[in-house]
């Protein structure tokens, strides 16, 4: 497969579908995101490709950063505060199943962030 024909045509992807989303559109295009990446990364583990699996928990956990910071504190209460505490874990357990080449570790987080994307599916769903 060609990389870069592969790289440019997510990157207008990606672009097309953030371009007029909205703030929960934009949450799910990130999970959707991460959990792809999530799957590299058990792939590279599976795989022994130990520098692609460093730079796909990397993506990850990045992406996790993003979105536990974009939650807001003030407005969403014990819900935003439950969000947090979940993106935390998961963040933990990456690091600890990149660590420990655990891929069981990358699927609990697999599972969790699941979960919670059909959460964010019901609420878009709800706003339509």
């Known amino acids: 497969m060609d990389y870069e024909?592969?790289?440019?045509?997510?990157?207008?992807?990606?672009?097309?579908?953030?371009?007029n989303a909205s703030p929960v559109?934009?949450?799910?295009?990130?999970?959707?995101?991460?959990?792809?990446?999530?799957?590299?990364?058990?792939?590279?583990?599976?795989?022994?490709?130990?520098?692609?699996?460093?730079?796909?928990?990397?993506?990850?956990?990045?992406?996790?950063n993003g979105l536990s910071s974009a939650l807001d504190f003030d407005q969403g209460g014990e819900v935003v505060t439950n969000l947090a505490r979940l993106y935390d874990f998961c963040v933990y357990r990456l690091y600890s199943a990149s660590s420990q080449l655990d891929v069981e570790g990358v699927v609990e987080v697999e599972q969790l962030l699941g979960?919670?994307?059909?959460?964010?599916?019901?609420?878009?769903?709800?706003?339509a």
Not at 5 to 19: F, G, I, M, R
């Open 25 to 64: 559109q934009l949450v799910l295009v990130l999970f959707d995101g991460l959990l792809e990446e999530l799957a590299r990364a058990k792939a590279h583990m599976e795989h022994k490709r130990f520098e692609q699996k460093g730079e796909s928990i990397n993506k990850c956990i990045d992406i996790l």
């Open 115 to 127: 979960t919670l994307r059909g959460g964010w599916l019901g609420v878009r769903d709800a706003k």
């Open 5 to 19: 024909a592969y790289s440019s045509y997510h990157s207008v992807n990606l672009e097309a579908q953030t371009s």
